[in-house]
């Protein structure tokens, strides 16, 4: 921009010192006769300055060309002040009468210094022409009633004052006129300013504006701006282009659609584009078109070629640039292989289309009825098992009748959805084989068990609901062996309800090799659910339980409840700080157990456990790995009047000496740690022999345990007749491996030998060195060497076991 201003004043200069150098003095003109006639003159005549008093029309016949333009020799500045140079057309003609403005001649002034009426076209090949202006609305070239073209030259607009709903331009077509930039430099100076602007384009005129700089620097300024064009004839943004722009306020942007019915268009094949703004791309009105078709592609979501199961919708997505994010971006597509036109539906990028019969084949294209533009189809192919969708499920009957006809059927998936909410009945066994996969859309209705029953295998249960899918009422077990259960949504997958028959002794929940996820925003969203006022047994074994952002896994808020946990995972997502792993709230005086015997807990913040209420609970915690890159609060219990919380964690049994290798005798302290809170002061028992598990009958810790050769120590913490984990630790003492019996046995006799030294055990191999460490002997598969052969003197033997482990010993031969 600074080369811009350097340049202005470089040719103001000239032109003054021109007119010096000649004597002249402006010659005031305001009448076409008059600037005609001293034009014509000044052309062979050295050049000069023409002043104009009034507004100057230019007639151009049909099938003519007015040159605004000169020699080096005869340089020509006009000055039109307020007043504008009109391109006077025959009123007729299309695209004949043209006022060419060429080299060696500047044009200034302070409002609209060039404009065209009655098609009076408007060419820039040279030159320069400018506006400085204070005014609104003003365009340095201005036609709303012929063609502009600028080819090359400079036309400039340097504004000053504007404010927000106020605008300048250096270029401005309207009326259903046609602009064609192939060259050139175009600038705008000042806020509001745009260096181009088309407003009611039309008339089948659609050449890529190209190969040309157009600069804007001010708060507000654009490059291209277009307010209103005919929908069949786009403005194209095409090949060698620079749009520049820069403001104080990160409000200057480059291509910026302003018309509700307007297309700006980048096709795919475009090259050498460079947009240096702080927003290349704006919709200033979301109903316009704005599409850049570089590098764009075209996906779907499931992807082509899948063979779904039932009717489904297929998401399409355009991605490559940032104007694919633009509401008013379509995606046209057709159900066949012929690829399709402007009339064909449309859908906004990340919009579905539904396929449902056998087969179906989608053909679809971005940004026609431009297809001149870009020519791309993409097709996609699915086939649908059921074309009729998925089996209505209104009973439990029914699910149980079309469950065993699926798995009677030739291999293939079955998808069923519920219709109503309804009880089991009777005993029932729903565990899909892996032929026969069954899924069900629970469709925000509940399954209530009111019989025993298994659940697994091949099974896919999911709902978006604020009921969950398996309510547990009664004194029943229910088994739930395999499969996914999702819900998305604010509600537990299994709920245990209230009321009576619910009893901890007959109503049994047992999970086991089978995944859970909740998709919830609330503490409402939970894997399990327990409000019941009587109890319940719930055992989950090798399970996977997924999380997200408030739920928890356990939330109880009723009676006495009896859980086991085993070799199962919670993978907890989001980082909210109020997201809890278990939620304990229950209100009765009755006895709870949770019992934690393998469980990794993946979570990053909040807590994991959070007890309240006014019950007895008792947290076992025996083996329990908590995965997290912020370390969330392990519980926290609340103050309610007789409520007592007991949180054994047995996890912190530890020892002062860590295990190892150590080459003398050590002291082993058994202690339970700091962070064992209630498992503090737990009886500690233990063994020694490196096979037998610790029990109660086992001996007593009450004095640190010396520890002068191999050992292995077992060892369990007891209290209040919970029992902890055993836990090992291992030492070993002078070099002997408590980790191979074998080898600590080890040994080889005579050590005095006069030939055959004897092995313990069978020895993979031995080898003989002496004094210096040559090999003297070198034997496999032995458990005798015969030594005869050697010299008398001190050698070391090397023996090794199968497993490579092996020992060394000095013998003497006689």
Same mark, same amino acid.
């Given at each position: 921009? @600074?080369?811009?201003?350097?340049?202005?004043?470089?040719? #103001?200069?000239?032109?003054?010192?021109?007119s010096?150098?000649?004597?002249q003095?402006?010659?005031?003109?305001?009448?076409?006769l008059?600037?005609?006639?001293?034009?014509?003159?000044?052309?062979?005549?050295?050049?000069?300055? =023409?002043?104009?008093?009034?507004?100057?029309?230019?007639?151009?016949a049909?099938?003519?060309?007015?040159?605004?333009?000169s020699t080096?020799?005869? %340089?020509?500045?006009?000055?039109?002040?307020?007043?504008?140079?009109?391109?006077?057309?025959?009123?007729?003609?299309?695209?004949?009468?043209?006022?060419?403005?060429?080299?060696?001649?500047?044009?200034?002034? *302070?409002?609209?210094?060039?404009?065209?009426?009655?098609?009076?076209? !408007?060419?820039?090949?040279?030159?320069?022409?400018?506006?400085?202006?204070?005014?609104?609305?003003?365009?340095?070239?201005?036609?709303?009633?012929?063609?502009?073209?600028?080819?090359g030259?400079t036309?400039?607009?340097?504004?000053?004052?504007?404010?927000a709903?106020?605008?300048?331009?250096?270029v401005?077509?309207?009326?259903?006129m046609?602009?064609?930039?192939?060259g050139?430099?175009?600038?705008?100076?000042?806020?509001?300013?745009r260096?181009?602007?088309?407003?009611?384009?039309?008339?089948?005129i659609?050449? %890529?504006?190209?190969?040309?700089?157009?600069?804007a620097?001010?708060? &507000? #300024?654009?490059?291209?701006q277009?307010?209103?064009?005919?929908?069949?004839?786009?403005?194209?943004?095409?090949?060698?282009?620079?749009?520049?722009?820069?403001?104080?306020?990160?409000t200057?942007?480059?291509?910026?659609?302003?018309?509700?019915?307007?297309? !700006?268009?980048?096709?795919?094949?475009?090259?050498?584009? *460079?947009?240096?703004?702080?927003?290349?791309?704006?919709?200033? &009105?979301?109903?316009g078109?704005?599409?850049?078709?570089?590098?764009?592609?075209?996906?779907?979501?499931?992807?082509?070629?899948?063979?779904?199961?039932?009717?489904?919708?297929?998401?399409?997505?355009a991605?490559?640039?940032?104007?694919?994010?633009?509401?008013?971006?379509?995606?046209?597509?057709t159900?066949?292989?012929?690829?399709? =036109?402007?009339?064909?539906?449309?859908?906004?990028?990340?919009? @579905? !289309?539904?396929?449902?019969?056998?087969?179906?084949?989608?053909?679809?294209?971005?940004?026609?009825?431009?297809?001149?533009? $870009?020519?791309?189809?993409?097709?996609?192919?699915?086939?649908?098992?059921?074309?009729?969708g998925?089996?209505?499920? %209104?009973?439990?009957?029914?699910?149980?009748?079309?469950?065993?006809?699926?798995?009677? #059927?030739?291999?293939?998936?079955?998808?069923? @959805?519920?219709?109503?909410?309804?009880?089991?009945?009777?005993?029932?066994?729903?565990? %899909?084989?892996?032929?026969?996969?069954?899924?069900?859309?629970?469709?925000?209705?509940?399954?209530?068990?009111?019989?025993?029953?298994?659940?697994?295998g091949?099974?896919?249960?999911?709902?978006?609901?604020?009921?969950?899918?398996?309510?547990?009422?009664?004194?029943?077990?229910? &088994?739930? *062996?395999?499969?996914?259960?999702?819900?998305?949504?604010?509600?537990?997958?299994?709920?245990?309800?209230?009321?009576?028959?619910?009893?901890?002794?007959?109503?049994?929940? +047992?999970?086991?090799?089978?995944?859970?996820?909740?998709?919830?925003?609330?503490?409402?969203?939970?894997?399990?659910?327990?409000?019941?006022? $009587?109890?319940?047994?719930?055992?989950?074994?090798?399970?996977?339980?997924?999380?997200? *952002?408030?739920?928890?896994?356990?939330?109880?808020?009723?009676?006495?409840?009896?859980?086991?946990?085993?070799?199962?995972?919670? $993978?907890?997502?989001?980082?909210?700080?109020?997201?809890?792993?278990?939620?304990?709230?229950?209100?009765?005086?009755?006895?709870?157990?949770?019992?934690?015997?393998?469980?990794?807990?993946?979570?990053?913040?909040?807590?994991?456990?959070?007890?309240?209420?006014?019950?007895?609970?008792?947290a076992? !915690?025996?083996?329990?790995?908590?995965?997290?890159?912020?370390?969330?609060?392990?519980?926290?219990a609340?103050?309610?009047?007789?409520?007592?919380?007991?949180?054994?964690?047995?996890?912190?049994?530890?020892?002062?000496?860590?295990?190892?290798?150590?080459?003398?005798?050590q002291?082993?302290?058994?202690?339970?740690?700091?962070?064992?809170?209630?498992?503090?002061?737990?009886?500690?028992?233990?063994?020694?022999?490196?096979?037998?598990e610790?029990t109660?009958?086992?001996?007593?810790?009450?004095?640190?345990?010396?520890?002068?050769?191999?050992?292995?120590?077992?060892?369990?913490?007891?209290?209040?007749?919970?029992?902890?984990?055993?836990?090992?630790?291992?030492?070993?003492?002078?070099?002997?491996?408590?980790?191979?019996?074998e080898?600590?046995?080890?040994?080889?006799?005579?050590?005095?030998?006069?030939?055959?030294?004897?092995?313990?055990?069978?020895?993979?191999?031995?080898?003989?060195?002496?004094?210096?460490?040559?090999?003297?002997?070198?034997?496999?598969?032995?458990?005798?060497?015969?030594?005869?052969?050697?010299?008398?003197?001190? +050698?070391?033997?090397?023996?090794?076991?199968?497993?490579?482990?092996?020992?060394?010993?000095?013998?003497?031969?006689?």
């Amino acid at each position: 921009m @600074k080369k811009h201003y350097i340049k202005l004043i470089t040719l #103001a200069v000239f032109f003054c010192l021109s007119s010096s150098m000649f004597g002249q003095t402006p010659v005031i003109v305001g009448d076409s006769l008059r600037f005609l006639t001293v034009l014509d003159s000044m052309k062979n005549n050295g050049g000069g300055t =023409i002043q104009l008093a009034a507004s100057v029309r230019i007639p151009i016949a049909k099938n003519q060309t007015f040159g605004l333009e000169s020699t080096s020799s005869n %340089p020509i500045q006009i000055n039109t002040n307020q007043y504008s140079l009109i391109a006077n057309g025959d009123g007729t003609s299309a695209d004949s009468c043209i006022l060419r403005i060429g080299n060696y001649m500047t044009i200034t002034g *302070t409002g609209t210094v060039i404009s065209g009426i009655k098609r009076g076209h !408007i060419r820039v090949v040279g030159g320069s022409v400018t506006s400085n202006t204070t005014t609104s609305g003003t365009s340095t070239i201005y036609n709303n009633d012929g063609w502009i073209f600028i080819w090359g030259g400079t036309v400039s607009v340097n504004a000053i004052g504007l404010t927000a709903g106020s605008s300048a331009a250096a270029v401005t077509a309207a009326n259903y006129m046609s602009l064609i930039i192939v060259g050139g430099t175009i600038s705008a100076t000042g806020d509001y300013t745009r260096a181009v602007v088309g407003n009611e384009l039309g008339n089948g005129i659609v050449k %890529p504006i190209s190969g040309a700089t157009i600069n804007a620097s001010g708060s &507000n #300024a654009y490059g291209i701006q277009v307010l209103g064009i005919g929908a069949d004839t786009p403005m194209f943004i095409g090949n060698n282009l620079t749009i520049n722009t820069n403001s104080t306020d990160a409000t200057d942007a480059g291509i910026v659609n302003g018309g509700s019915t307007s297309v !700006i268009m980048i096709p795919s094949s475009v090259t050498g584009l *460079t947009l240096n703004c702080t927003t290349p791309m704006k919709l200033d &009105n979301t109903a316009g078109v704005l599409l850049d078709l570089r590098g764009v592609t075209l996906t779907a979501s499931p992807v082509s070629g899948t063979a779904l199961v039932n009717p489904t919708d297929i998401v399409f997505t355009a991605s490559g640039n940032a104007t694919m994010s633009f509401p008013s971006t379509k995606i046209y597509y057709t159900y066949s292989t012929t690829a399709p =036109i402007a009339t064909s539906p449309t859908i906004v990028n990340g919009g @579905k !289309i539904n396929v449902a019969s056998a087969t179906n084949t989608i053909t679809a294209m971005i940004g026609l009825p431009y297809a001149t533009y $870009n020519t791309t189809s993409y097709p996609f192919n699915y086939t649908v098992q059921n074309a009729v969708g998925p089996i209505n499920i %209104p009973d439990f009957a029914t699910l149980v009748s079309q469950y065993n006809a699926s798995q009677a #059927a030739a291999a293939g998936t079955t998808q069923m @959805k519920l219709t109503a909410s309804f009880s089991t009945s009777g005993a029932y066994t729903i565990t %899909p084989d892996a032929t026969h996969p069954v899924i069900i859309d629970a469709n925000g209705f509940q399954i209530t068990t009111a019989s025993s029953g298994t659940w697994g295998g091949n099974l896919s249960i999911s709902s978006t609901t604020t009921t969950g899918i398996l309510k547990i009422a009664g004194a029943y077990t229910t &088994n739930i *062996t395999g499969g996914t259960y999702t819900v998305t949504g604010n509600a537990p997958i299994i709920y245990a309800s209230s009321g009576s028959g619910v009893t901890d002794a007959s109503t049994k929940l +047992y999970l086991s090799n089978s995944t859970f996820t909740v998709n919830g925003t609330t503490n409402g969203a939970s894997i399990i659910k327990m409000a019941t006022n $009587n109890g319940n047994l719930i055992s989950a074994t090798n399970c996977i339980f997924n999380v997200s *952002t408030l739920g928890s896994l356990f939330t109880s808020s009723g009676g006495p409840q009896n859980i086991i946990l085993t070799s199962s995972t919670l $993978n907890v997502s989001g980082s909210d700080a109020n997201t809890t792993a278990f939620t304990w709230a229950p209100a009765s005086q009755a006895l709870n157990y949770l019992t934690v015997d393998g469980l990794t807990i993946n979570m990053n913040s909040g807590k994991i456990f959070a007890f309240a209420g006014s019950k007895t609970v008792n947290a076992i !915690i025996k083996s329990m790995t908590v995965n997290s890159t912020t370390s969330p609060i392990l519980y926290s219990a609340g103050t309610t009047t007789g409520f007592v919380l007991k949180f054994y964690d047995f996890r912190a049994l530890t020892t002062n000496v860590a295990p190892g290798t150590y080459s003398t005798s050590q002291n082993v302290t058994l202690s339970m740690g700091t962070t064992a809170v209630d498992a503090a002061g737990a009886a500690i028992y233990y063994t020694t022999d490196g096979t037998t598990e610790p029990t109660a009958a086992s001996t007593l810790y009450t004095a640190p345990i010396s520890v002068s050769s191999n050992t292995t120590i077992k060892s369990i913490a007891i209290k209040d007749t919970f029992t902890g984990n055993s836990k090992t630790f291992a030492y070993i003492i002078s070099g002997t491996d408590i980790a191979n019996p074998e080898k600590n046995a080890l040994s080889v006799y005579p050590t005095t030998v006069e030939n055959m030294l004897n092995i313990s055990a069978s020895a993979a191999r031995v080898q003989v060195y002496d004094i210096t460490g040559k090999s003297v002997i070198s034997k496999n598969n032995v458990k005798q060497l015969d030594l005869s052969a050697i010299h008398s003197g001190v +050698y070391l033997v090397k023996v090794s076991l199968s497993d490579a482990t092996s020992k060394t010993f000095k013998v003497v031969k006689q």
